[in-house]
C-alpha cells in the first residue's frame, strides 16, 4: 500500500507516525502570536527528528465543549507554521482543518494532506479538497464537538462507522479525488462512550474493507484515562498498547503525540509480522 501525496510518495507496507503539532495561543505567555508559532515549528520539526512521515498541523480545538474559531484566525494560525515546517523538512504536512478556505490557505502554504474530523461534509470543503489534489483524512465523528459526547448512540458501532466511511469514500471519489488519496479513520472519542471506544479497536479489521489506508488516534484519549484512572500527562503506556494492537489489526498511520516511543513500539511489532518462516 502507498498513499500518493502531490510532492512525494509514502511507503504503508509498514505502519507509520503522523506527528500531532497544535497552533493554539499560549495562555500562559503574553509573547502574542509569535510564540505560539515559534512552539509549533519547534514541536514540529522535533517530531521529525524523532521520526515522523507526517505532520498534522491544526489552530481549531476539537474538544468536547470547546468554543469555535473562525476562518481568519485559524488561518492566521495554521499558515505561517505550515509554510515554516514545508520549508525546513521534507516530510508532507497534513492540515487539520473542515473549513474549504483554511483547505485553500494551507495548500497555498504547502499542504499536501488534509486531516478533517468532518470528513469533508461542510460545505465547499470536498470541492476544496479535490481541486487541490491534496490526500485527504476521513474521519467518522457522530454529532458536533461541542456535544458529541453527551449521548452516543449506535445500532452496532463498528458497521455503523463502517457505512459512513464507505459513504463518503463515494462522495470523494464522485468528487473526483483519486482513490490513491484517501485515508479512512473511524474517529476514537468523537461521539463514542468508552465501550464503542473499545469495540472499534477490537473491530478494526473490518475497516480493511473499506480498501484504503486506515488511521487511528488514540494518543493520550480518554479511553485511556477511563481504563487507567490516569490524567493526560501518564496515559503514554496505555497509548502504546492501543498503538501495537491497532498495528495489529492492520492500521497504517498512527496519530500521536509521542512519535519515538510509539515508532519503537512499531518497530517491534514490523518485525514480528515480517519475520520470514524459517
Ligand atoms: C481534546 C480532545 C483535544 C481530543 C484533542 C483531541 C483525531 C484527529 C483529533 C483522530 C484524526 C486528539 C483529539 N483526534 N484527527 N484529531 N483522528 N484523523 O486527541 O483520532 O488529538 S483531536
Redesign the pocket.
Known amino acids: 500500500m502507498r498513499l500518493e501525496f502531490s510532492a512525494a510518495s509514502l511507503d504503508l507496507n509498514d505502519p507509520v507516525v503522523?506527528g500531532?503539532v497544535?497552533v493554539t495561543p499560549d495562555s500562559f505567555s503574553d509573547g502574542g502570536q509569535f510564540d505560539s508559532f515559534q512552539a509549533a515549528v519547534d514541536h514540529g520539526l522535533g517530531l521529525v527528528a524523532e521520526g515522523a512521515s507526517i505532520l498534522?498541523v491544526?489552530g481549531e480545538?476539537?474538544?468536547?465543549g470547546?468554543s469555535a474559531v473562525t476562518v481568519e484566525e485559524e488561518i492566521a494560525r495554521v499558515v505561517p507554521v505550515i509554510r515554516e515546517l514545508t520549508r525546513q523538512s521534507s516530510v508532507p504536512v497534513s492540515a487539520?482543518t473542515s473549513k474549504p478556505e483554511v483547505i485553500e490557505a494551507a495548500v497555498a502554504a504547502g499542504a499536501t494532506m488534509v486531516?478533517?474530523?468532518r470528513a469533508l461534509r461542510q460545505q465547499g470543503a470536498l470541492e476544496a479538497a479535490a481541486s487541490a489534489g491534496v490526500v485527504v483524512?476521513l474521519?467518522h465523528m457522530q454529532g458536533q464537538p461541542r456535544t458529541m459526547q453527551a449521548a452516543p448512540d449506535y445500532r452496532d458501532v463498528v458497521e455503523d462507522v463502517y457505512g459512513f466511511l464507505a459513504e463518503r469514500i463515494e462522495a470523494c471519489l464522485s468528487a473526483g479525488i483519486d482513490e490513491s488519496r484517501i485515508?479512512v479513520?473511524?474517529?476514537?472519542?468523537?461521539g463514542k462512550t468508552l465501550e464503542h471506544n473499545l469495540l472499534l479497536l477490537q473491530g478494526l479489521e473490518r475497516f480493511l474493507d473499506l480498501g484504503m489506508p486506515l488511521?487511528?488516534?488514540?494518543?493520550?484519549?480518554?479511553m485511556i484515562g477511563a481504563v487507567l484512572d490516569k490524567p493526560v500527562a501518564d496515559r503514554l503506556w496505555g497509548s502504546l498498547a492501543l498503538a501495537v494492537m491497532a498495528a495489529e489489526r492492520g492500521a497504517r498511520i498512527l496519530?500521536v503525540?509521542d512519535v519515538a516511543a510509539t515508532l519503537d513500539a512499531l518497530k517491534m511489532v514490523a518485525a514480528v509480522e515480517n519475520v520470514g518462516p524459517q
Do not use: E, Q, Y
Open positions: 503522523m500531532i497544535n498534522d491544526g480545538s476539537t474538544r468536547p470547546a487539520d486531516n478533517d474530523v483524512c474521519m485515508v479513520d473511524p474517529g476514537f472519542g468523537f488511521l487511528v488516534g488514540v494518543s493520550r484519549k480518554s496519530r503525540h
